[in-house]
DNA sequence: TGCGGGAACGGAGACCTTCTCCGTGCTGGG
DNA sequence: CCCAGCACGGAGAAGGTCTCCGTTCCCGCA
């Protein structure tokens, strides 16, 4: 995302203010939160915002990038302290609970894990795969997740149980037994 | 959704009408679909559509009601056919598959799912929940479906699923895998 | 330090959607 | 056949998205 040449001083001043006040509008209202509205809070012009950020998507993806790369960092961390099983199942738990908390989140997890296809390389995307890869992988050299899954299809189960959990309950009370289903499944066969 | 009076002649045509227009256009267009131009198809107004159906929700219910009691007579007719697991799985297979192909109707089967409470009275919801009590309890009486589930869970994980299903390709080429995880999830622990 | 080219700004406005309000016209029971 | 009143329909307010273009303001160079 960084700029081929250097952004001049006002323009990246209003590249931070839009970021800070879409996180806040998008927290508030979800992803649905009015774009217009966004740019009024960061104080420029709606022409600014969309010379910035050409589509809503593209503003999500900035605003929670550093959300989302925080998610993929505790992967690491998890992957260190746990073995490999129980960090997968630890690591999804906590992307679930994020996908469930922070309103707007939900639908850019849900575009990063999409299309499982060759192209896809959105912002988001990446990180959160390699996270995904580098657990999936682990656990299923441990012999702990069936071998025939793969990062992309764990990441895309653990949005659908959290969307599930969430049609539940809204605070997310029933994610935990949601997911203890879901790792259930992805057990390999005894 | 049966009246009380019976309707006026002219009310019931753009009643049926609108039901008509409104197929088309979520088919088409996905639960987003236009309000006003669905009421252009029907040839009424705005008004007329927004007094037989107050939000976008109703009209969604409206529309494919009878797509869900279809549905949820499967059931009935599945549990005739299969033993009680094989009767679960195939209509959880039939409901994703409707799901995913029929646009419009993911919104509506989630919001018929949503809820765990005590209200939750759609009209969608009910027939549902009925058509997969029915087939849990047999499944679980046989053994081969965890006791610890409820039929709105299974529902859930369902839609859950149906929804990661159509992130990895939006024709549906995962359903079955996805699902068949699903359902090793849900096994008794041997 | 001062200037000028051009990047970046910003808001007016075109267009779309939802939803309401109320004058009009048609239906159907008496 | 008639008229009370239900249902119609479209204009219009409110609010959203996105573009266009005249204006402003940086910043490199003299």
Redesign the pocket.
């Known amino acids: 995302m960084t700029?081929l040449?250097?952004?001049?001083?006002?323009?990246?001043?209003?590249?931070e203010r839009l970021l800070k006040a879409a996180a806040e509008a998008f927290a508030e209202h979800g992803e649905?939160?009015?774009?217009?509205?966004?740019?009024?809070r960061?104080?420029?012009?709606?022409?600014?915002?969309?010379?910035?950020f050409?589509?809503?998507q593209a503003l999500l993806e900035a605003a929670y990038l550093d959300r989302i790369e925080a998610m993929a960092a505790r992967a690491g961390e998890l992957a260190d302290r746990l073995p490999p099983g129980a960090a997968l199942e630890a690591w999804l738990h906590e992307v679930c609970v994020g996908t469930v908390q922070v309103r707007g989140m939900k639908a850019l997890l849900g575009s990063a894990v999409a299309d499982g296809g060759t192209a896809a390389l959105n912002a988001c995307g990446t990180p959160m795969r390699a996270a995904a890869a580098r657990l999936v992988e682990a656990a299923q050299k441990e012999g702990t997740l069936r071998a025939d899954v793969e990062p992309s299809d764990v990441l895309r189960l653990a949005h659908g149980v959290a969307g599930a959990a969430e049609l539940a309950d809204p605070e997310g009370g029933q994610l935990t037994r949601y997911l203890s289903l879901l790792t259930e499944g992805l057990r390999p066969r005894p």
Chains 1, 2 share one sequence.
């Open positions: 700029q040449k250097p952004m001049r001083a006002d323009a990246r001043r209003n590249y649905g939160a009015s774009l217009d509205d966004i740019a009024k960061a104080g420029v012009g709606s022409g600014t915002l969309y010379r910035h050409p589509t809503r």
